[in-house]
């Protein structure tokens, strides 16, 4: 190995644990900080990073709206450029503070690795996206196959993440002893469920119906009766792999043990609603579905906070304007609304303070 490769690995390296030990982030956000750096590294080809300049952060931006996915072939989204844009730039910010490379990278060079505004924008834009409606959940789970043990863990992942509005990288993560089925709701303890920055709150069960509560409470029961489970073991278990019938791999039933990471859960997510003829939705845009459902059922401040808190949100605005958007046919016709109906009376003014 070069000096100038060897050296790039030790700060690269320096760097991750700061990230991990002196910012706290997670280890998802360390791991894509990683991967970034990576595609830094590729196309740095072993040169030494105290060579930075402007030109050399020009040509990393090119290079980047070149690339192509390696699993569609389809060039890279302006979100995911934006994201190791910034990635690299606090790598590279970072270095600038360091010994030995102080003196040789400017904060003005690094400057020439910032996403260009239009892009930026979209990314950050709050635009209304296509999430899967309150009766599309329930077509889906009722369509869903339940012959199997996979099957059934399959259904009650999906009725857990809208009944929840969990991430799937949390919803992995919860164990029995974490769900009060009495009470109806769910402990998200940052201690050992993989919460968004490791917090802690408690989520009550969004009104989605009893079929899918139910659907969550015979898992469980199954879980605890026939499998023998006990608090301390997965909600949602992975699929235990054997050598099958016909000598080959094949799925033979749950182990007792989470999965490794959401990646799989992502995928029975999208594959469902393939399955039931319905767009393959995202994990991530069941918090659209229950943003979508506030508004049949908040009236006052109180509850819009109230919901707004079951969703883990501090502040209630974070709901409206990251899940909140309202859809262009609907926009259309509330503005054709205002319009016929004039604005509020002052008495109406009066009881809506």
Not at 274 to 291: E, K, M, Q
Request: a positive charge; glycine letters at 6%; hydrophobic letters at 35%.
């Amino acid at each position: 190995m070069s000096k100038h490769a060897s050296d790039n690995l030790r700060i690269k390296r320096k760097h991750l644990v700061w990230l991990k030990d002196a910012k706290g982030l997670s280890q998802s956000s360390i791991d894509k900080a990683a991967a970034s750096i990576a595609i830094y590294d590729r196309w740095l080809k072993g040169k030494d990073y105290r060579a930075f300049h402007s030109e050399k952060a020009r040509a990393f931006k090119r290079h980047l709206e070149g690339l192509r996915n390696d699993r569609t072939g389809a060039s890279l989204s302006p979100a995911t450029i934006n994201g190791v844009l910034r990635d690299v730039m606090k790598f590279f910010d970072w270095m600038a503070d360091q010994p030995g490379y102080k003196s040789r990278i400017s904060r003005a060079d690094i400057a020439y690795l910032t996403p260009d505004r239009k892009s930026e924008q979209a990314r950050r834009g709050t635009l209304w996206k296509p999430h899967p409606s309150p009766e599309q959940v329930e077509r889906l789970l009722s369509e869903m196959p339940i012959e199997t043990v996979i099957q059934r863990r399959d259904r009650a992942l999906i009725a857990f993440l809208f009944l929840t509005g969990s991430r799937e990288g949390a919803a992995i993560t919860v164990r029995l002893r974490h769900v009060d089925l009495a009470n109806k709701c769910v402990q998200f303890d940052g201690r050992s469920v993989d919460t968004k920055f490791g917090k802690s709150f408690t989520t009550s069960f969004y009104p989605f119906g009893d079929q899918v509560e139910a659907i969550l409470q015979s898992w469980i029961m199954e879980l605890r009766q026939e499998h023998l489970f006990s608090d301390t073991d997965p909600l949602f278990p992975k699929t235990r792999v054997a050598v099958g019938l016909l000598r080959c791999f094949e799925a033979v039933g749950i182990a007792r043990e989470p999965w490794a990471g959401p990646s799989s859960a992502a995928r029975i997510f999208k594959q469902a609603f393939v399955d039931a003829g319905l767009p393959p939705f995202s994990p991530h845009r069941v918090r659209d579905t229950i943003a979508e459902l506030a508004k049949h059922h908040c009236r006052t401040p109180e509850d819009y906070k109230a919901w707004s808190q079951n969703m883990g949100h501090d502040d209630v605005m974070t709901t409206f304007s990251s899940y909140g958007s309202v859809a262009p046919g609907r926009q259309v016709e509330l503005m054709a609304r205002f319009r016929h109906r004039g604005p509020l009376s002052d008495d109406d003014q009066v009881i809506q303070r």
